[in-house]
């Protein structure tokens, strides 16, 4: 009876909740069993000796939430981020303190998900984290949209993509294959060709407003019919992503729990798992933490550009490399410790996982949110950027064919994204350029093909 008293003022609010049935288990995603592994237990031992419940309940929910991650040394970084642009410092200080917050906020959200869906189920909680599983990255993008930043809303999200499939990948292949040299590492190659599949298709959408382009007369005939491509094939990604989600939580769900099932077969039969904090209090936390979130993403957004011209570095070099990085940090190293415990699957999962969310999910939802606000964004992301992303997915699907892992295969996804973050940190364009760069690419290209 001590013992539940001592928990029960967090645990019990939405009633005697004992245990998780393996059946509710089945809710948590790569991205929450990645997130975990950056997790650490709390001693509440001090807490349940406050005689108020209300105040025991608060402080318990603060230990838990703020406490309970590796990452809160970072923490601090978000009241020096506010302080810093109320007092008017440097804006590249703003920039980096406000980048640093993001990194464990990213991991409370999805910490915070997996607590709401041991309450709502597997269904729910499933979509739960599909819709949490990039927001950081769909506010940075929807604030940049709203300053009509629609390069740095690009290279945003493309460098999220490339992130995932090169460095989190290689990382993760690359660190698992030498931690685990004298086994033969193999992982589910059916989950993995869904994952392909579906960024293939992702890069034809985004290939072909960029060669519609590139055929047509002139800027002033294509921009048009390129933007109803785009907003054409954005209605279509949003529907293969629906579908995607009907297929992982419904029909084809075993693909996506045989690790899982793995991973409690080897701990004795998987004991029944418990919440550590009630669903309101969860559920206002997350809406608390999604509204700081915004809160460093507008400064994100606003300093951008003072960073960059601060440091000396192009925007473009800043939004694919320094902001997937530093943003999903803590997202990457979870996928990284698995793949040392050789779970291959967790580290594809997240990976691959995170970078078709974002390819089919979050892109094609900037574009028509962008369509409802009046802005003209299509899914030309230009010949480097487009280039650089289909490479990526074919050495990506090529690395991935055969369902086996070496580190050799890890260590060429690393070498291609460091040569892909060379190319964009030498390339200086400055971003009112861009426009007139890819009419004069256009033009030169008509040029070649009518002499």
């Known amino acids: 009876m001590e013992m539940a008293s001592s928990r029960e003022p967090w645990l019990l609010e939405n009633g005697n909740l004992k245990g998780l049935s393996k059946e509710i288990r089945h809710g948590r995603t790569a991205h929450n069993m990645s997130s975990s592994s950056l997790r650490k237990k709390s001693d509440l031992t001090l807490v349940s000796k406050v005689p108020c419940r209300k105040l025991r309940q608060f402080l318990g929910n603060l230990q838990e939430v703020i406490l309970g991650t590796k990452l809160s ?76 930043k629609i390069d740095v809303v690009k290279y945003s999200l493309l460098g999220s993509v490339l992130s995932n499939m090169l460095l989190v990948l290689g990382t993760s292949l690359f660190c698992g294959g030498i931690a685990n040299l004298r086994l033969e590492q193999k992982f589910d190659r059916r989950q993995a060709d869904v994952n392909s599949l579906l960024l293939l298709l992702a890069l034809l959408c985004h290939s072909l407003p960029m060669l519609f382009r590139m055929s047509g007369a002139s800027d002033a005939v294509t921009v ?72 460093l993403s507008e400064y994100v957004v606003q300093t951008i550009e003072d960073a960059s011209d601060s440091w000396g570095i192009s925007v473009s070099f800043i939004s694919i490399i320094l902001l997937p990085i530093v943003g999903n940090a ?113 033009a030169a290209i008509d040029t070649i093909f009518r002499a």
């Open 73 to 148: 040394v970072l923490f601090p970084a978000i009241p020096l981020a506010i302080v810093a642009d109320c007092y008017g410092f440097a804006r590249p200080w703003v920039f980096a303190l406000s980048l640093l917050g993001l990194t464990p906020l990213a991991e409370r959200v999805s910490f915070l998900t997996e607590q709401i869906a041991y309450y709502t189920g597997p269904t729910v909680g499933g979509l739960l984290n599909a819709t949490c599983g990039n927001a950081t990255e769909l506010i940075i993008a929807i604030f940049a949209l709203s300053q009509r």
């Open 224 to 295: 048009d019919p390129i933007l109803q491509l785009s907003r054409a094939s954005s209605i279509v990604m949003l529907i293969a992503y629906l579908s995607y989600l009907v297929f992982q939580l419904f029909t084809h769900r075993q693909l996506f729990e045989a690790q899982e099932e793995s991973d409690n077969d080897e701990n004795g039969g998987g004991g029944e798992e418990e919440p550590v904090i009630g669903f309101w209090s969860g559920f206002i936390w997350l809406v608390g933490m999604t509204a700081v979130i915004s809160l």
């Open 330 to 442: 803590a997202e990457h190293a979870g996928a990284i410790i698995f793949a040392f415990k050789n779970k291959l699957d967790i580290s594809l999962g997240v990976a691959l996982g995170s970078a078709t969310q974002i390819s089919m999910f979050v892109v094609p939802l900037c574009v028509i949110t962008a369509w409802i606000m009046g802005i003209k964004m299509d899914l030309n992301f230009n010949l480097l950027e487009t280039g650089s992303l289909a490479l990526s997915i074919i050495v990506v699907a090529f690395a991935l064919q055969d369902g086996t892992s070496h580190y050799m295969k890890g260590l060429v996804l690393l070498l291609l994204y460091i040569v892909i973050g060379a190319c964009f940190f030498v390339s200086k364009t400055p971003q009112n350029q861009l426009s007139t760069i890819n009419s004069g690419t256009k």
